[in-house]
T-cell receptor, first 113, second 116 residues
């Protein structure tokens, strides 16, 4: 069975603070892919990153960084120097070698100016 | 290039009615997936279609059906609507069938369905 848990329902930070969004996953597959999506108030999910289970190297893209740790089944997402435009709901998702994506329940991030 | 488009944007139906939602994928994308997103929850997978064939089905009743056309656009049909079917219905397209590598999916803006 595949499952994604995002324990943080809502987070509020003041602009320019760093924030980490947690994602814990469960799967019995040895090959799987993890994703992060952003859903702004407009509603359209925006793809942020995809990582496969064989690549545990951390990734940085501008103010965004991702920490993948197989030992703890976690794929956490950090936003550095947060901005108001980062306010959105963020979803972590898992897909193995099947044809389904399993999404977490999302973390609503509010960045206060 | 145009992104994934969905129609209609909003829809209000009465219990027991039938609804058809439409989706046009990004040009060149052959895979279309449908998701249901209830308020405050993550998207729940309903169907995936690739090359007009159903390649995956989530845990939804038979009232939900879909199809994909030769131009790769897709329709989601829901019969005998229930109040609990009220949700945002998202369509996503990707370059290829998920198996073996699930490519990133690109989502449309969704159709907001309200059942009264």
């Amino acid at each position: 069975a595949q499952k994604v848990t995002q324990a943080q329902t809502e987070i509020s930070v003041v602009e320019k603070e760093d924030v980490t969004l947690d994602c814990v996953y469960e799967t019995r597959d040895t090959t799987y892919y993890l994703f992060w999506y952003k859903q702004p108030p407009s509603g359209e999910l925006v793809f942020l990153i995809r990582r496969n289970s064989f690549d545990e190297q951390n990734e940085i893209s501008g103010r965004y960084s991702w920490n993948f740790q197989k030992s703890t089944s976690s794929f956490n997402f950090t936003i550095t120097a947060s901005q108001v435009v980062d306010s959105a709901v963020y979803f972590c998702a898992l897909s193995a070698t099947g044809n389904q994506f399993y999404f977490g329940t999302g973390t609503s991030l509010t960045v206060i100016p | 290039d145009a992104g994934v488009t969905q129609s209609p944007t909003h829809l209000i139906k009465t219990r027991g009615q039938h609804v058809t939602l439409r989706c046009s994928p990004i040009s060149g994308h052959k895979s279309v997936s449908w998701y249901q997103q209830v308020l405050g929850q993550g998207p729940q997978f309903i169907f995936q279609y690739y090359e007009k064939e159903e390649r995956g089905r989530g845990n939804f009743p038979d009232r939900f059906s879909a199809r994909q056309f030769p131009n790769y656009s897709s329709e989601l049909n829901v019969n005998a609507l229930l109040l609990g079917d009220s949700a945002l219905y998202l369509c996503a397209s990707s370059r290829s069938q998920a198996n073996p590598i699930p490519y990133e999916q690109y989502f449309g803006p969704g159709t907001r369905l309200t059942v009264t």
